[in-house]
């Protein structure tokens, strides 16, 4: 039977293994980095949640979990731009150790938006971890403190990211591709 997901994935980017074993390294870098610490770790919804719940069950120190969402895109794959928050977070990060999980960077406009915003709650310090960045190293226009990997710039779905609200249950990162994308999926 053909896997209903697949349709609109032109092909796999970055495979389920390749994912799992640079997720270990960044936790190890992570763990070694805050090993004093008790960090809060913020995802941000949707699309970073699965990189989150993997990394941080690779990690072995004590931490805490807390989730923003923003919306920039809509239902297109063009930045708007216009960053809003949709959920803030649950408690103060005031004084504390912040590591901001961000599933990918394009244009930079999202994650520029939320680090200015966390920011501004004065937190201790505040670092960030991509898990697919479309810059080169030391290019991003915006903070990188971690990379998982570095993508040329196609539009990925797939291990949490998005078109029009699906695909994000493929387990690994594949391009899109809206010529073969012609499911009628029911609803
Ligand atoms: P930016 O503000 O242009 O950096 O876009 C950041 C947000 O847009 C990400 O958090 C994603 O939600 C979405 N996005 C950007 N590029 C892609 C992509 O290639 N696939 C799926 N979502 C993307």
Known sequence: MTDARMVGVSRVLISEEELRSRIAELAAELDAEYRNDFPIVIGVLNGAVFFLTDLIREMKIPLEIDFMAVSSYGDSTRSSGVVQIIKDL??????RRVIVIEDIV??????????DNLASRNPADLRVVVLLSKWAIGQAPVQHDHVGFVIPDEF?????????GRYRNLPFVGVYDPKADSADLPG
Request: charged fraction near 20%; glycine fraction near 16%; proline fraction near 0%.
């Open 106 to 115: 394009d244009s930079g406009l999202t994650l520029k938006y939320l680090i």
């Open 90 to 95: 649950s408690k103060s990060i005031e004084g």
């Open 156 to 164: 990925v779905v797939g291990y949490g990211l998005d078109f029009a």
